[in-house]
Structures are given as C-alpha cells and as structure tokens.
C-alpha cells in the first residue's frame, strides 16, 4: 500500500487526480492522507468526490473513505473497464478535471471508450475545455493516442449545467505513448481572440475582443464574439489561441461581478504576449499537463518557463508510482527544459 501526503508540495486536488490516474494503470493501492490541506477548504470537495467515484467505477475499486469532506482515502483499484460512462458532477465543478482523472488510464485500453460529463466547462483554477480541445488532446494523439472531445453546452460557476463528451480509440496491443519532443515553437501562424457571453450583454464580449486586438495587434477577422443562448448559467469567458507550427496554447480570462470587461480581456491578452515574447513552445498550464502522458509513453522532453509548484508536485506523484526520471534543467532566468525518461 503507497502512502502518500497530501498535503506535500502545493497540496492541491492534482495530486489526488494523478495518484487515481496511475493506480488505475499500474494496479497499485494507495492511502492518501492530509487531502488538499493547503486549500481554503481542505477535504474533498464535491468535484473531488466525483473524481474518487468515477475512478472507482471504471476499474471496480474499494474505497474506504472518499466522501464529501473526506481527508483521507484508501483506493484499492482492479481491472480497468472500457465502456460507456456518464457521469453528472451535480455542482459546477470542472468535467475537464474529472475526464483528466480517467482518461490516462481508457486511451491505453484495448476497446473504445465514451465519457459523457455534466458541470463546468469553464472554470477559473481548471483548465477550460478550450485548452483541452486546442492544446492538449492535439499533442496527445501526436503522441499516437485517439481521442476527440466535443462541447455541448458550456457550464459556469456557479450553476454549471455544462456538458462535454470525450471519444477514446481502442489502443493498440502492446502500444505505447510515442516521444514528445517540443523544444521550438516554430513560426507562429495565427493569432485568435473569442469572448463568450452567456445570459449576459454582448457588449461585455465585444469590450473583451477589442481590448485583446488593441494589445496583440489582431485584424478584426481574427476576432470573434459569441453569445451563447442554450446554457442555463450566467457567464462570461474570453480566450486568446496562439497556433503555432509545433504547438498551440490557449489563454483565458474569466469575467467576475464587479470586474471590469477590459481588465479581465487584458489578463488573458498579457498572458498571451508574455508567452510570444518569450519564444518559448510551452506554457505552465500545458507544462503540467504532458508529465502523465509523457511518463507512460516512451517520454520526451519540452522547453518551457519557469516551472511551477503545481508542476513540480505532480512530477513528485509521478515518481512515487512510476520508475521515470523526470529533470528539470533551467536554461536561462526565463526557460527550463524538462526531460522526461
């Protein structure tokens, strides 16, 4: 039985999502003590829970433990179970953070696998679906994975009501995650700016886009406005894609009561300009997001800024279920290559 502190490092749910991931993979039983302890509100919370019951369910797992407010749980995995799962988080909580717990462990499955998730689809502190769609699951099947996902409805906080569905290809046998190797950019081929209004006025999205043209010096037909009219959660999102020849990041800014559209527009707009400047392939966000796929696969190696706590936790979890070295080498004040196996 692994013994793991959560409250290590950052002390966040990714480490609760990436010891689910890797037990399920690798078979191994876990205790997992001090449960996000260094959050506000530490314990399982009902995203968290949503999290612990999924992961159950597809590899028919004992659990002692792995309720509402929970500060410890007990996670004894069996076999991993392709199929059809839909699962409703029942809160806003992120469904990209609920699939991101499961999905490691279907796409090395020799049979297909559907993963219908109802809550948020945008939420501030998870990725968006946007990135998942734009950033992540290209690089993942790069890497010979089969994966599409698709937005049905957005979700926000706090109503959520989103949905996304994610399609995973059967693998196959004896398959492994191919090397990701991503230590230049290449040219940068466009520049794209959407803001999203749901059950709010237009004006606000168009406030957004105007500001991020203005500080990225975008042509008004690369930016969108989109008022959404099937969601039954007020919202408000702007996101910034940079597509470039090896890679592309997305950017986001999260419309609040009392913030201005301007200011939350030039939050996502600076993120994005610091990253051009920077020259860099790979942002923090994404930077934690390939460890995983990396460390089961025949891994790889990528160029990114200074790396976070969140990331360097998540190699930590990593290490403690898998024999993969993973490096951190600063190259310069502004870049650090990670190399991994």
């Known amino acids: 039985m692994l013994e793991i502190d959560g409250s290590q490092g950052e002390g966040g749910g990714q480490i609760l999502r990436t010891s689910l991931a890797l037990s399920m993979i690798t078979g191994t039983p ?15 919370q009902p995203q968290h829970q949503v999290c612990v019951e999924t992961a159950a369910d597809v590899c028919g797992a004992q659990l002692l433990g792995g309720k509402r407010g929970s500060g410890t749980l007990t996670f004894e995995p069996g076999p991993i179970q392709p199929g059809e799962y839909r699962i409703d988080i029942g809160t806003a909580g992120s469904t990209t953070l609920v699939l991101q717990t499961v999905l490691p462990a279907l796409l090395m499955q ?11 689809t945008h939420n501030d502190h998870a990725p968006p679906f946007d990135f998942l769609e734009k950033a992540f699951v290209p690089l993942l099947n ?25 399609r995973i290809g059967a693998a196959a046998p004896d398959s492994r995650l191919s090397r990701l190797d991503l230590t230049q950019r290449g040219e940068v081929r466009e520049i794209r700016t959407r803001a999203i209004v749901s059950l709010l006025n237009r004006g606000i999205a168009e406030r957004e886009v105007n500001r991020v043209a203005r500080v990225l010096d975008l042509p008004k037909e690369n930016c969108e406005v989109v008022e959404e009219k099937k969601s039954s959660s007020i919202g408000n999102v702007v996101l910034v894609e940079v597509r470039s020849e ?12 009392g913030v201005p559209a301007e200011r939350v527009a030039q939050g996502a707009a600076d993120e994005a300009k610091a990253y051009l400047d920077s020259e860099i392939p790979v942002g923090p966000h994404l930077a934690d997001q390939l460890l995983l796929p990396m460390a089961l696969g025949e891994g790889g190696r990528f ?8 990331t360097r936790t998540n190699a930590d979890v990593i290490r403690m279920f898998l024999d993969v070295p993973i490096r951190f080498a600063e190259v310069d004040e502004r870049q650090t290559l990670v190399e991994v196996g």
Do not use: C, K, W
């Open 303 to 310: 160029l990114t800024q200074t790396v976070t706590e969140h």
């Open 142 to 166: 790069r890497m010979g994975a089969n994966v599409s996902v698709e937005l049905q409805r957005y979700g926000f906080y706090p109503r959520g009501g989103g949905r996304i569905v994610a």
């Open 246 to 257: 090896h890679v592309t990041e997305v950017f986001i800014g999260f419309g609040a009561v």
């Open 110 to 120: 020799p049979e297909p696998s559907l993963v219908q998730i109802d809550g948020g």
């Open 30 to 44: 876990f205790r997992l003590n001090n449960i996000r302890a260094r959050r506000s509100r530490p314990g399982l």
